[in-house]
């Protein structure tokens, strides 16, 4: 198994500076692309780490992690990530499978024994794929009239409760819809199958076999590392920001972790000792829908091919963070910033162009 910790002696021979024939230099390149976001979306901190090949080749921090104490953003600084938390789901879940705990077309009902006929035929897959087609409570004005109280004073068997009892909004499997009720079901189903609560699967799964050490909770949570707030633009003006994430929810949100750490989780996705190949293949392949055409999303990461021909696999959180990683090149960009709501979505992209058009890094 992976446990590639990065130390500050190695971090430091890492993240020197790439250079290219042509003179670029891959530090350049990514403090260009950062700087232009951070001043157009006024983003006070970010950080970024690249991974190619088994190896971390960039890592670096970028302006203010916390602007009330003057503490700089690092490599190693802690963001909440939101929702790109759905990717570790999505590793359990098939860690599980692996194990032989889990099975991803097995229904619902196995797991909630008072699910209505209409929707046995829902899958753990279609959970993990957001083609389960129920009723999301989230934001939801008909979830608060009917219950009379907000989603925050919900128990989460309350909030799946209703949603199972919803008519469906399309068959499962047919059409795709992003979806919080389907990860609140989800963690309820990996805490069955693990035997364990999901936080602790997470560790068991995930964090301990490839030296990771994020922590779950909203910025109420005291982390080390972690600045208490996001920032907003409030008319122009920067504010504070709390998020809170219930514990039910922390299969689609809650993880507080780093740009190193997740440099740590790309390094072992890189060779086949943490997954097999062929699991990879399953936790980022495409439902094909009623339509005829394939969602662009795999089992709790997105997936597609852009405009240029690539394939690319990861999540966004929060218009905040964004993972992504193309594996054909085996190259991850990771970004994250301390500004909710940035919507800098083209940064990490940008950034992994611009490189493969100067040489520094590894192209096909």
């Known amino acids: 198994m ?24 891959l530090e350049d390149i990514v403090d260009e692309v950062v700087h232009r976001h951070m001043a157009a979306k006024s983003i006070p901190g970010m950080s970024v780490s690249i991974v190619q090949d088994e190896a971390l080749i960039f890592a670096k921090g970028y302006g203010k992690a916390s602007l009330e104490f003057d503490v700089p953003a690092a490599p190693a600084t802690v963001y909440p990530v939101s929702s790109v938390s759905k990717i570790f789901a999505g590793l ?4 599980l499978v692996e194990a032989g705990k889990l099975g991803l077309d097995v229904s619902v009902a196995e797991f909630f024994p008072a699910t209505p006929a209409d929707k046995r035929a829902l899958t753990v897959r279609h959970l993990l794929q957001h083609t389960h087609g129920l009723e999301d409570f989230y934001g939801n004005e008909r ?23 919803r008519p469906l909004r399309h068959a499962p499997g047919t059409a795709w819809e992003y979806s919080l009720v389907g990860y609140v079901m989800l963690a309820r189903v990996l805490e069955s199958a693990g035997g364990l609560p999901y936080e602790e699967l997470v560790r068991h799964y995930v964090f301990e076999p490839v030296g990771m050490t994020g922590a779950f909770g909203g910025t109420e949570t005291v982390l080390p590392g972690r600045n208490p707030v996001l920032y907003v633009l409030n008319d122009d003006t920067l504010a504070g920001h709390i998020v809170e994430f219930p514990a039910y929810a922390y299969a689609a949100g809650g993880l507080n972790t ?4 997740l440099a740590n989780l790309f390094v072992a996705l890189s ?20 339509d005829g055409n394939p969602a662009n999303y795999g089992l709790g990461w997105f997936s597609y091919t852009t405009s240029r021909g690539r394939r690319v696999v990861g999540h966004e959180g929060g218009g905040a963070s964004w993972v992504i990683y193309y594996p054909d090149l085996d190259l991850a960009v990771i970004a994250l910033s301390n500004m909710s ?5 083209s940064l990490p992209y940008e950034i992994a162009r611009n490189a493969l058009a100067e040489g520094l890094l590894r192209s096909h």
Not at 8 to 23: E, I
Not at 92 to 95: G, S
Not at 272 to 286: C, G, P, R, Y
């Open 341 to 345: 709501g940035a919507r800098a979505d």
């Open 271 to 290: 060779g086949a000792d943490f997954i097999a190949d062929e699991t990879k293949q399953v936790l980022w392949s495409n439902p094909v829908l009623a």
């Open 143 to 165: 979830y608060r009239s009917v219950s009379g109280k907000s989603v925050a004073d919900s128990t989460a068997s309350e909030l799946i409760r209703w949603s199972l009892d």
């Open 258 to 261: 780093s740009a190193m750490d």
């Open 2 to 25: 992976h446990s590639r910790v990065f130390p500050l002696f190695v971090l430091l021979l890492l993240t020197a500076p790439a250079q290219a024939a042509n003179g670029a230099r």
């Open 92 to 95: 359990v879940a098939l860690r």
